[in-house]
T-cell receptor, first 114, second 106 residues
Framework: EAQVTQNPRYLITVTGKKLTVTCSQN?????MSWYRQDPGLGLRQIYY???????DKGDVPEGYKVSRKEKRNFPLILESPSPNQTSLYFC?????????????FGSGTQLSVL | GEDVEQSLFLSVREGDSSVINCTYT??????LYWYKQEPGAGLQLLTYIFSNMDMKQDQRLTVLLNKKDKHLSLRIADTQTGDSAIYFC??????FGAGTRLTVKP
């Protein structure tokens, strides 16, 4: 089954404790992206990747890191999480960019930073 | 930056039509999208429209695009309780609106 898999679904952590949210897609998509969803703000893009070893900042990259060593994986790293990073996070992938391509989303990771 | 704006809430009765509106600012967007998010799930593409079209119909869904006013709307005919969800408008570079929560009352 074609899908984007994120783990974990739920995560509670404390300020400053490094964490990684994994994302994997099995559709051989070139484009992958991370979003955070906050009430009243919708989805805001954190980072995106056009291909292996190519990553770029989105609208809200501060406090996050990503890597794209393999085509299928695009982990999101919070080196020192803070409470303002409490949010619902989504990973997405797409065959390409430039319009007309559907974004496929994971089921989301609800992160709480205490 | 460019903004995509939507109203946050819409409530309709089962069987009525729902109209969800969206305005965007990037006139260079070649595609505009509607995504649906059901509770506890990620977003799924509902439909999209190419910028040289002014209307697209797909079963109960009708998308209208007014490029001059940068206004996009999604009409759902004969709205059902299963249509209750959050609907996101997105423009070509995948900039999303805040989402409209549609509640369908029996």
């Amino acid at each position: 089954e074609a899908q984007v898999t994120q783990n974990p679904r739920y995560l509670i952590t404390v300020t400053g404790k490094k964490l990684t949210v994994t994302c994997s897609q099995n559709m051989n998509h070139e484009y992958m992206s991370w979003y955070r969803q906050d009430p009243g703000l919708g989805l805001r893009q954190i980072y995106y990747s056009m291909n292996v070893e190519v990553t770029d900042k989105g609208d809200v990259p501060e406090g996050y890191k990503v890597s794209r060593k393999e085509k299928r994986n695009f982990p999101l790293i919070l080196e020192s999480p803070s409470p303002n990073q409490t949010s619902l996070y989504f990973c997405a992938s797409s065959p390409g960019t430039g319009g007309g391509f559907e974004l496929f989303f994971g089921s989301g990771t609800q992160l709480s930073v205490l | 930056g460019e903004d995509v704006e939507q109203s946050l809430f819409l409530s309709v009765r089962e069987g009525d039509s729902s109209v969800i509106n969206c305005t965007y600012t990037d006139s260079s967007s070649t595609y505009l999208y509607w995504y649906k998010q059901e509770p506890g799930a990620g977003l799924q593409l509902l439909t999209y429209i190419f910028s040289n079209m002014d209307m697209k119909q797909d079963q109960r869904l009708t998308v209208l695009l007014n490029k001059k006013d940068k206004h996009l709307s999604l009409r759902i005919a004969d709205t059902q309780t299963g249509d209750s969800a959050i609907y996101f408008c997105a423009e070509g570079d995948m900039r999303f609106g805040a989402g409209t929560r549609l509640t369908v009352k029996p």
